[in-house]
């Protein structure tokens, strides 16, 4: 049999799942940021690969993309997505600055979303792999700057494997006094799905709540 | 582009082919991905593939793969009235966009097999911009048919 799509696992499952990676990624941030974060999720949806450049104006489009490869436990990818002005914003969440005071990814800025991009992608994990007992390892983060077409490649490229679809949903970074939008995908290959739906299978249904 | 021209935006995994003059064939913001340019100067015909992933090991007739496009893309240059022995194509993309994680560097395996599968079906690259860490965007005019222009993030575009 081959892998599994996204489509046969339950999408309320899978649903939970993402919401319950992302709280306690949100767990994660407000420790690095010493203030408390909120990461809400909402519109999840369906979409054609060749679709999902449109989510960002365009394959042309740059943005600033920070990525986490699944590297233990299943393959699957992570990625945040941003206009770079929104990129801008959550750096200086990160880095406790006036708003408006990044203009540019240097070096530094590089560090404060790769920083984001490990605590995110680590803790998000870690509640799977509470879930599931299976240990999830994440790869170190990567910032990139480029066209929106060639960064989503990094993904694409695997889950075109399996199918033409895939599935995103729509992201808030919220502190006390700033919100900052963005796409947050979680792209998981055949054998992540055939992890979880085993897991389902042999275990009743998995305890998201 | 003039004020009439059209682009055609060849997406993930399709092949299209043109003699409208007024058209141009495009790939916009490919990064491991490659954008086959084969042209028959005489006809004045282009046509472009946008290649996803190198094989297809038996599991499908996509033309997201290197070995389905290429013939794929031939047979509909013929079909148009273009002539095995006057197609020549350009190519561009396979970059290595992240450097972490696992999978390899499909970049440099799509690079790979579009070369093989080229070369298999008797077709010769004149020239080739593969490789690299950025994306690029691939256009063809067919008004200039033979000419193909890579254009990556903070550049004009350069004639390949």
Known sequence: MGSKTLEQVELSDWTKLVTKGTVNAASGLSRMLGREVKITCFNLRKIMASEAFDLFG??????????????????GHILLVYPPKIAYGLVDMAMDNP??????IGEDEESALAEIGNIV?????????????????????????????????IALTDIMQYADDLFVMDTTFETEDKKISGLFLVLPSGNFLDIMTKHA????????? | MGIEDKSIIVNLGEVRVSKDPKETLTCLGIGSCIAICMYDMERGL?????????ESNGSGASTK???VAVPQLIHDMRHRGGHISRLTAKIAGGAQMATVGGGGDIGNKNSIAVTENLAQNGIKIVSSDVGGHRGRSVTMPVAQCGKVFVKTIGEQPREL
């Open chain 2, 65 to 67: 793969y290197a070995d």
């Open chain 1, 99 to 104: 708003d408006d005071t990044t203009t540019e």
């Open chain 1, 58 to 75: 365009g394959p042309e489009t740059l943005v600033v993309g920070i990525y986490v490869s699944i590297a233990e436990g299943a393959d």
């Open chain 2, 46 to 54: 282009c046509g472009m593939a946008h290649v996803v992933l190198p």
């Open chain 1, 201 to 209: 299978d042999e275990y009743g249904k998995v305890s998201w709540e």
């Open chain 1, 121 to 153: 992608g680590s803790f998000f994990l870690n509640s799977m792999a509470d879930d599931t007992g299976i240990r999830f390892q994440p790869t170190p983060p990567q910032v990139l700057q480029d066209m929106a077409g060639a960064i989503l490649n």
